[in-house]
Each structure stands twice: as structure tokens, then as C-alpha cells.
């Protein structure tokens, strides 16, 4: 007959059995979790800078003024201003500088013309597009404004 008091519990080998299983399970799916998250930070990015010519457009024909967005790309980092009456003496800011930074190697790529997107009281644009590209797959975001609509699009590429 068994003694009550004693109290099963696991050994050794079954303990290093489990560990191996685990870290053979994270060593696996580390990389695939990691790359999703650079790839959802891309994505939220592109969403972002996507909102903002949005909002901006709206507000342009909201107001019936021209709304001038400035890009200014360096390394990982893309700075987003949005002014209206720019081109006159007294520009006025409206808003906050939006600054997007990313981790890992990407870079911003702007076409607008002088970096400036512009949207009339209309609510057309000069058209052109920011790239988010993650240099080391190739793989990004392309947010494009159609001149004659304004239209804002987002479209990722490989």
C-alpha cells in the first residue's frame, strides 16, 4: 500500500523534455511573429500618411481654401506638416507636425512635386504618391493621390 503523504511531481527529464518543445516552437515562430509586426508597422504607416491627405482634402473643401502638406523624409523618419495659405506671406499651420518613424531599414519616397501635396478648394491635387519601403525584403506601401479627383488610394507592392 501506497504511503498518502508522498506527492507526485515531475522529473527531471520530463522538465528538459518540455523546455526543448517550447524553445523549439518559439525558435520557429520568432521570425514569422517578428516580420508581421515590421509589416503591420508599415501598414499602420501607410494608413496614417493616408488619413492625413484624406483629412487635409476634406478640410480644403470644407473651408474652400488650399491646404498645402510639406513631406520631409530622412533615414526611417518622414515628417508630415500641413499648411494653408502657404504660398502667401502669413502661412498658417493647422495641426500638429505628424512625425512616422520605424524600426528596421525602410525608406520614404516622395513624387509630389517640391515634396508638397496640394489640394484646392475643390478638392483636387497635384498628384503624386509617398513610398514606404522595407529595404531589406522590397515589399511596401504606395499612397497615391489622383490629381484630377484627389482621390487617396493605398496599395502595397512587392
Do not use: H
Request: hydrophobic share 35%; net charge positive.
Amino acid at each position: 500500500m501506497r504511503n498518502s503523504s508522498l506527492k507526485s511531481s515531475f522529473t527531471i527529464i520530463e522538465l528538459v523534455v518540455c523546455l526543448v518543445i517550447v524553445g523549439t516552437i518559439s525558435a520557429v515562430t520568432l521570425p514569422y511573429c517578428w516580420g508581421a509586426y515590421r509589416s503591420a508597422e508599415a501598414k499602420t504607416s501607410a494608413r496614417v500618411v493616408a488619413s492625413i491627405l484624406r483629412s487635409t482634402k476634406e478640410s480644403a473643401r470644407a473651408q474652400g481654401k488650399k491646404y498645402e502638406i510639406i513631406f520631409a523624409a530622412c533615414d526611417n523618419n518622414l515628417n508630415i506638416d500641413v499648411y494653408t495659405n502657404l504660398s502667401e506671406v502669413n502661412p498658417l499651420k493647422v495641426g500638429k507636425t505628424e512625425k512616422l518613424s520605424l524600426s528596421g531599414s525602410y525608406e520614404f519616397r516622395i513624387t509630389f512635386y517640391n515634396d508638397k501635396a496640394i489640394f484646392t478648394s475643390f478638392g483636387t491635387s497635384n498628384g503624386g504618391s509617398v513610398y514606404i519601403t522595407d529595404t531589406s525584403t522590397g515589399k511596401g506601401y504606395r499612397i497615391s493621390v489622383l490629381s484630377t479627383s484627389g482621390r487617396v488610394k493605398v496599395l502595397a507592392f512587392d
